[in-house]
């Protein structure tokens, strides 16, 4: 029961990151494959940047950003 409402919320929210453009999906068989649009992914993050403080974001965000 706990894995199937996890794999129901992955679902809903990879559905979410699709339907936003952040990933793409292929099917294979009974599989299905997700990627990761890294040039949408660090505009969307360049906008919560711009738009959440740093003290409403926490350590987080500082920990999540890569380095150079």
Do not use: C, H, N
């Not at 294979?28 to 738009?51: C, G, N, P, S």
């Amino acid at each position: 029961l706990v894995f199937g409402f996890l794999a129901a919320a992955t679902s809903i929210q990879l559905a979410i990151l699709r339907k936003a453009a952040l990933v793409s999906s292929r099917r294979e068989a009974k599989q299905v494959f997700y990627a990761i649009d890294a040039d949408r992914m660090k505009a969307a993050r360049f906008i919560l940047d711009a738009l959440l403080p740093a003290s409403e974001a926490g350590d987080v965000r500082e920990d999540t950003r890569p380095a150079g």
